[in-house]
């Protein structure tokens, strides 16, 4: 007892002491301008130092004591003038360890792990309280900005977010254009940091300079390989009410953030009471593979709140009347002898999507408001959600669907009139819930920077970037009021993945990127194909529209001409198509040609029918950047597995390591593949199927051969 209470006093004057010493040690840190604070990932490996020099905030990260990024500048402009990146103090910090594995609704993996150390840095600049959190995981370090509501600050807009990521001028980054008018949907190219502007894409890529608003940045991710061997990926996480993010070369291989303004050009954020930044996060990775692995995009938001339920989110595979429009030209959207959303035309699609097991069929051009001219500048006739045209019985259809176990897929084309899409939403959507429709394409074609024209109660016009937060809350709203319906959205047009579908799982899906489209009425070129998975794709699924198999002679010059247009190719092989439904992940996968093209090679059709949606596992064989990838990905429901491999225009001879397999177990692998013959421009269409049975081993390969622009795609069924 006299033990005890000694103990107890000794424990209280210990405490004492060491608050005493915390105090003053707080109290000596604020008096300084300069502090510094680092934490290191849970493996070691990533270093990152925070520090305030002459009360500027800096930032640092090391990987293997190799420097992914110089310091570098953080902090915010209010409107106000309010500058949260200078003459600041540290308050206090906290350093904390995160560690749980978490459950995905679908997705690349059934089960992923969010393992980080976080650093919380509780700052003031005279009387304003802010804070700024970084999270460093074993492949990658994130922050953010938070500035709570208080006394001290009267507006919340921000006018500039100047936090950089200083890199060096020989690292080499893969990029598309931020502020030009197509949003997302170029075609990479590749260059030192400092290279990045429209000048060059239009010296090198395709003629924008004539896109004079706007600064010069690349959107992200932004992929980079530095000159010390690291691949980075910069992106941002969790974009809600804020303007997404873009970097702009400062040169020297410094990158700064530049936030997409309102129409006024100076505000880039409005906001009530305070700010929650999205997460900026910088993806590191040895190599290439290591890249296509992480879920950091994930690990930085939340699950969905525990009161909404989204069992009724099912991933899928659909077919579509839509290449038909864009791709073989034989129809059109709006009214015709050539419209294809017609009765008999859905009826057949409709029986022949129900013989082989799809999910939904997705019908463009059933409302009104198409019409001949309806592209592409953000002008026309404002289009109808809930009237059709009178060769589209929705009602009949949806019923001949359902009765067949398909569903219809909605479609609206808002062709970025978006007051007139807010204005019948709700309508729409009930509408489809009525006819048993559970998902919807929605589509934002605007080709025009900074054209998103908002009409005000006087009748005067603002224009707003399609990637500002106007666009962002409008992104919102329609998931927000799509799930009160249960309806899963996948866009075109979008705005770029940020992993909100962890959150909100009914963003199914997304296009932002150039997809398969372009190789309808345009082409992608060869080497498109392989830039995706290390760009675009590490934001997320993508709609690309895989699946193509009638690579040439498939195109008319125009509906009715019975002309071929010799020029269009779809640049790939059969066997390549094969494989982007393993190699590119989403959960909404579509069957893009035609039925007609699918009964020339049934046997080709079967890989589509049978590959997954829903994954447990990912394993990445081989990769080089925007050169070839083969990634193997394990079923969610069964024991087996699926391989996909493209390669670019060099043709690639692969051993590949099947040790990811089950040691010991036999497997009937069928393999879909490219002959020696097979070419994506001479000779696309050729490839064979191959049927093995394997007892795996730790030395099992497996010898593949890819044609230039080819790929394949197996199937490892587990016996
Ligand atoms: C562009 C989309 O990417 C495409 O899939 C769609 O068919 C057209 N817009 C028309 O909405
Ligand atoms: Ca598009």
Redesign the pocket.
């Known amino acids: 007892m006299i033990i005890d209470s000694f103990k107890l006093f000794k424990y209280q004057i210990m405490r004492f002491f060491r608050y005493i010493f915390l105090t003053l040690f707080l109290f000596l840190l604020s008096c300084s301008n300069n502090t510094k604070q680092s934490i290191d990932s849970p493996d070691g490996k990533i270093k990152l130092v925070f520090e305030i020099v002459d009360g500027e905030l800096k930032y640092d990260i090391k990987k293997n004591s190799q420097q992914i990024i110089n310091p570098s500048s953080l902090g915010l402009i209010l409107q106000d003038n309010l500058n949260l990146g200078n003459e600041v103090q540290l308050k206090n910090f906290e350093v904390d360890e995160f560690n749980e594995t978490w459950t995905p609704l679908y997705g690349e993996f059934s089960k992923i792990k969010n393992h980080y150390k976080s650093l919380t840095l509780e700052l003031n600049k005279g009387d304003v309280d802010f804070k700024i959190t970084f999270r460093v995981y074993n492949d990658g370090v994130a922050f953010k900005y938070y500035v709570p509501k208080q006394k001290s600050i009267k507006n919340y807009n921000i006018i500039d977010e100047f936090t950089e990521f200083n890199l060096s001028s020989d690292d080499t980054a893969w990029w598309i254009p931020a502020f030009s008018y197509r949003r997302y949907e170029f075609l990479y190219v590749e260059s030192k940091i400092d290279k990045i502007s429209k000048k060059y894409f239009s010296e090198n890529i395709e003629d924008i300079s004539y896109d004079s608003l706007g600064i010069d940045a690349a959107h992200t991710p932004l992929t980079i390989k530095k000159n010390n061997g690291y691949l980075i990926s910069i992106h941002e996480a969790n974009l809600i009410d804020y303007s997404s993010m873009t970097l702009a070369p400062r040169g020297n291989g410094s990158l700064e953030v530049e936030l997409y303004p309102w129409s006024d050009g100076i505000t880039k954020v409005k906001l009530d009471s305070q700010i929650v930044s999205p997460w900026r996060y910088i993806q590191i990775a040895d190599n290439s593979s290591e890249l296509l692995m992480s879920n950091i995009i994930l690990n930085l938001n939340d699950d969905p709140d525990p009161d909404e339920d989204y069992s009724w989110v099912k991933p899928g595979k659909y077919m579509g009347v ?1 290449w038909e429009m ?1 791709g073989t030209n034989e129809s059109t ?1 709006f009214q015709s002898k050539y419209h294809a959303a017609n009765n008999m035309k859905v009826k057949s699609y409709l029986d022949f999507a129900s013989k082989h097991n799809f999910d939904g069929l997705l019908v ?1 051009g059933w409302n009104k408001g198409w019409y001949s001219e309806w592209c592409c500048l953000g002008e026309g006739i404002p289009f109808s959600f809930t009237e059709t045209f009178d060769d589209f019985d929705i009602d009949l259809l949806s019923k001949y669907a359902l009765k067949k176990g398909v569903r219809l897929i909605g479609h609206h ?1 808002t062709g970025g009139q978006i007051q007139n899409y807010e204005n019948q939403m709700e309508e729409a959507f009930e509408m489809y819930k009525k006819y048993g429709i559970n998902n919807i394409k929605t ?1 934002y ?1 605007n080709d025009v920077s900074k054209n998103i024209k908002v009409y005000a109660e006087d009748g005067t016009i603002s224009k707003e970037w399609h990637h500002g937060q106007y666009m962002i809350n409008h992104f919102q709203k329609v998931i927000d009021i799509a799930a009160k319906y249960n309806l899963m959205i996948k866009t ?2 979008p705005i770029k993945d940020t992993g909100l579908r962890r959150k909100y799982p009914n963003f199914i899906s997304r ?1 932002g990127a150039k ?1 398969q ?1 372009f190789n309808g009425f345009s082409s992608n070129g060869v080497n498109h194909a392989t830039d995706l998975p290390f760009t675009r794709l590490l934001s997320g699924p993508m709609d690309y529209t895989p699946g193509i198999f009638q690579l040439n002679n498939f195109r008319y010059t125009e509906p009715g001409s019975g002309v071929i247009d010799k020029n269009a190719i779809v640049p790939s092989t059969i066997a390549k198509e094969l494989g982007l439904y393993v190699v590119y992940y989403s959960p909404m996968q579509m069957a893009a040609d035609l039925p007609k093209h699918y009964m020339k090679h049934p046997e080709a059709f079967e890989f589509i029918k049978k590959v997954p949606v829903d994954w447990d596992n990912k394993v990445v064989l081989n990769s080089s950047i925007s050169e070839y990838v083969t990634i193997a990905r394990k079923d969610k429901n069964s024991e087996n597995w699926y391989i996909g491999g493209i390669t670019d225009e060099m043709e690639r001879n692969f051993d590949l390591n099947l040790d990811f397999l089950d040691i010991g177990e036999t497997y009937d692998l069928l393999i879909y593949k490219d002959r020696k013959t097979t070419h994506w421009k001479e000779n696309p269409m050729e490839y064979e199927i191959e049927k093995i049975r394997l007892k795996i081993n730790e030395s099992s390969k497996l010898p593949i051969f890819l044609a230039p622009g080819g790929g394949f795609a197996v199937e490892a069924i587990k016996l």
Request: proline fraction near 0%; aromatic fraction near 16%; hydrophobic fraction near 35%.
């Open positions: 839509w864009i959207w463009e084309e589509g074609v075109h047009e296009e997809g489209e």
